[in-house]
């Protein structure tokens, strides 16, 4: 599961900063065209909005697959490792309900209806630029999913530790 997780990684951490070049060298076109030949990029402002759409909702993706929702954290911190797991597992459950019904199912349900839609200056269907949405759920889900698994595989592989230091110990007064 960690090298799927890595994987997710590399891929989103690649396409995001991708994103993030292309962004400069549009914002560099759009000053450019502005100041240096009075006449602006029409299609410029517009597809840095799209792109900023889509670099944030990936970014959001990859931030909480790297678990940098410091609030979640902080409050599983407080707490022992038997609830902290508990805790954990149930708040990855919750935001895995959140992403299915509000990004997937409700991002997939504007992405149809946007579909016949056409942006101003790129003239590309809105739908598009919507899918943003189902497609950072599916990537909350699934990093959501190894969340879990990992929490409980790292529990057991803790049990295990201490039952077999408890063998330990009795072997050596036994």
Known sequence: MNNV???LDHVLAFITCTIMGFMVIVAIWQVFTRY???SPSTISEELLRYSLIWVSMLGAAYAFGNKKHIAIEF???KLSPKKALRMSVLIEILVVLFAVIVMVVGGIMTVNITMAQTSAS?????GYIYLSLPV???LVISYSVINIYEAVVKRK???YSEEMDGESVTQLHG
Do not use: R, Y
């Open 157 to 159: 592989v803790e049990l």
């Open 136 to 138: 950072s759920g599916i």
């Open 122 to 126: 790129l003239g590309i269907p809105m």
């Open 75 to 77: 409050i599983i911190e």
């Open 36 to 38: 240096v030949l009075n």
């Open 5 to 7: 997780k890595k994987k």
